[in-house]
């Protein structure tokens, strides 16, 4: 789905964003599991971390600023019309996991994808939400 077309405001923004990346990294968490099997397989993982970071420091740039400033890094591109881009890495957690106790490992993959739908249902509500006011003022 194109999330651009309902970017209004700077918050509006950061849910999208944060929409995008929850969907981008159930899609990885998912493989991790479907491939368990596949030859060469590694365990990849979205540095949510790092993502929660940037997003932390665009807030506080806003307060003091009024502006939106989404920056960069080696994982994370923020590009122009609101295109957005996260690369997997290796998660060398679950890599060790799998190596060692599968059963674990499926229970770590799980884990990570009911707090990612968590996290993913909290932003579009609010989305939501925000949507449904917007359309009141006017």
Do not use: W
């Not at 420091?57 to 003091?64: G, P, T, W, Y």
């Not at 994370?76 to 106790?101: C, N, Q, T």
């Not at 674990?104 to 249902?121: A, G, P, T």
């Amino acid at each position: 789905m194109n999330f651009t077309s309902l970017i209004t405001d700077n918050v509006t923004e950061l849910l999208v964003k944060i929409i995008e990346f929850t969907q981008t990294r159930q899609k990885v968490l998912t493989r991790n599991i479907n491939d368990i099997n596949e030859p060469g397989f590694v365990p990849k993982d979205l540095l949510v971390d790092e993502f929660s970071n940037l997003l932390h420091d665009a807030v506080d740039e806003h307060i003091r600023s009024r502006r939106l400033v989404l920056r960069d890094t080696e994982n994370i591109k923020f590009g122009v019309s609101g295109r957005f881009e996260v690369r997997p890495v290796v998660d060398r957690y679950a890599v060790k996991l799998l190596e060692g106790d599968r059963d674990e490992y499926i229970e770590l993959q799980i884990n990570k994808l009911v707090e990612n739908s968590l996290n993913q249902r909290v932003a579009a509500e609010l989305l939501r939400q925000k949507q449904e006011t917007v359309s009141v003022d006017y």
